[in-house]
């Protein structure tokens, strides 16, 4: 069966220092791979998703950075964290199917990132 | 890019009560769309989905969506709430471009007793 896990599940860190958040996907292969983050009040937002190794689709201009150096490994960084870096982040794999976009995400536990 | 609406931040009702949860989608094409349920502290759990044919769709735990193209809705009902169903309730919606799914911004459910 697959498996998503995620670390670290808490992470306090100052202003400024660097970030890495990492994923890994268990028992499946070429799976897409995404980071979401949930801040208080404000839902999910779509930060990176990515169809293959090297290939990464940002959603929105941040101070966050993703990686895939593996197929089955999906890593969120900063160099400069910032207060607004503060929230849930989820990450989440589906598979590739015949109809594109119609993929259920299985969500790992998330980690809890925490700036002051 | 496709969006979604939850026009309810927050819903309380009793238990034993039923419950409605609204959802309006942007999309110019057939969408495929999602209820997920996120516990405190957890991730997501999928509901149920629709991609085509019947328009009402049932999932777990007694949970139903009618998907209503008329309207771009795909709300979530259930006839009687149970405590254990206090949580966020997220609708989502994929479009039809490999990786690309798109959240609502919840709406968290209390169930009074």
């Known amino acids: 069966s697959q498996t998503i896990h995620q670390w670290p599940a808490t992470l306090v860190q100052p202003v400024g220092s660097p970030l890495s958040l990492e994923c890994t996907v268990e028992?499946?292969?070429?799976?897409?791979l995404y980071w979401y983050r949930q801040a208080a009040g404000r839902g999910l937002q779509l930060l990176f998703y990515s169809v293959g190794i090297g290939q990464i689709s940002s959603e929105v201009p941040q101070n966050l950075s993703a990686s895939r150096p593996q197929d089955r490994q999906f890593i969120l960084s900063s160099k400069k964290l910032l207060l607004s870096d503060s929230g849930f982040y989820l990450c989440a794999w589906s598979v590739k199917g015949s109809l594109a976009g119609a993929n259920v995400l299985t969500f790992g536990a998330g980690s809890r990132l925490t700036v002051l | 890019a496709q969006s979604v609406t939850q026009p309810d931040i927050h819903i309380t009702v009793s238990e034993g009560a039923s419950l409605e949860l609204r959802c309006n989608y942007s999309?110019?094409?057939?969408?495929?769309l999602f209820w997920y349920v996120q516990s405190p502290g957890q991730g997501l759990q999928l509901l149920l989905k629709?991609?085509?044919?019947?328009?009402l769709v049932q999932g777990i735990k007694g949970f139903e969506a009618e998907f209503k193209r008329s309207q771009s809705s795909f709300n979530l009902r259930k006839p009687s709430v149970h405590w254990s169903d206090a949580a966020e309730y997220f609708c989502a919606v994929g479009a039809n471009r490999e990786g690309d799914m798109r959240f609502g911004a919840g709406t968290r459910l209390t169930v009074k007793p």
């Open positions: 028992g499946t292969s070429n799976p897409n």
């Open positions: 999309y110019g094409a057939t969408p495929y």
């Open positions: 629709y991609f085509s044919g019947d328009t």
